[in-house]
């Protein structure tokens, strides 16, 4: 039974959360570029300082630079050199965004999840404050990792849903929200194993599917048949 928290508890979480995470992250917003990566993305390349046009575009598609595919970060770089230019501030506000954004999400997805308010809280604070992070954001090279991170989260708050609602524009929305995470960066390859790690728990979906049913096996094959879903399109790409 999910229990109702306090009306102000859960924004004022939030904007604990976001205000917390901007305030002790923000001294990245006064930095230059960093001599590893950055020139090869951002400062010396001629198409990322072009900004976003049709040329870019065809290019962040096309393109396997700096050993990697990641076309809709190649893209939100783009956008930040059309606003911001090689000016290296605002470049780094934009990645500090994302990652407020990030822990606002964990917090909600923990929550939908578990309905336990401050544990919840806590782990997203944890990750939003551990310096662990600060890689991700001070470092513009990496908006790779805070861009799939946002994906992977929207993509299992979805998910969520969708166990809840069992509503297949749901499903479709967790394949599509999954699939923009992998144009980001392909480590997402690994979401559809922590979905099925979420089934387990806290959503208990192989539990309940047993309770329903006698034979354990179906239930578990209809659960493995929906990962497979999520294989297709990183595997047919790889390929």
Not at 13 to 42: C, M, N, Q, R
Not at 65 to 75: F, R
Request: hydrophobic content about 55%; proline content about 5%; aromatic content about 12%.
């Amino acid at each position: 039974m999910r229990t109702t928290p306090r009306p102000l508890l859960l924004p004022a979480l939030a904007l604990l959360l976001a205000l917390s995470t901007v305030v002790a992250l923000w001294p990245v917003t006064g930095h230059e570029f960093v001599g590893f990566d950055d020139k090869d993305y951002i400062t010396g390349n001629a198409v990322v300082l072009r900004g976003l046009t049709w040329e870019g575009i065809v290019w962040a598609f096309g393109a396997v630079h700096v050993h990697n595919w990641h076309p809709l970060t190649w893209l939100s770089h783009m956008l930040d050199a059309s606003i911001f230019g090689s000016s290296a501030p605002g470049h780094h506000a934009v990645s500090l965004l994302f990652h407020a954004i990030n822990t606002l999400l964990l917090f909600l997805v923990l929550f939908r999840m578990t309905d336990a308010p401050w544990r919840c809280a806590f782990v997203a604070a944890l990750f939003g404050l551990h310096p662990l992070h600060v890689e991700s954001v001070a470092w513009v090279a990496e908006r790779k990792d805070v861009l799939s991170t946002m994906f992977w989260l929207l993509a299992t708050g979805a998910y969520v849903l969708y166990a809840e609602k069992r509503d297949r524009r749901l499903y479709a929305l967790t394949l599509a929200l999954f699939v923009l995470g992998l144009l980001a960066k392909p480590m997402l390859v690994t979401l559809p194993f922590v979905l099925l790690l979420l089934d387990y728990w806290p959503l208990q979906r192989w539990q309940k599917a047993t309770d329903r049913q006698c034979n354990r096996l179906p239930s578990i094959k209809r659960l493995l048949g929906k990962r497979f879903l999520l294989f297709c399109w990183p595997l047919s790409s790889a390929v």
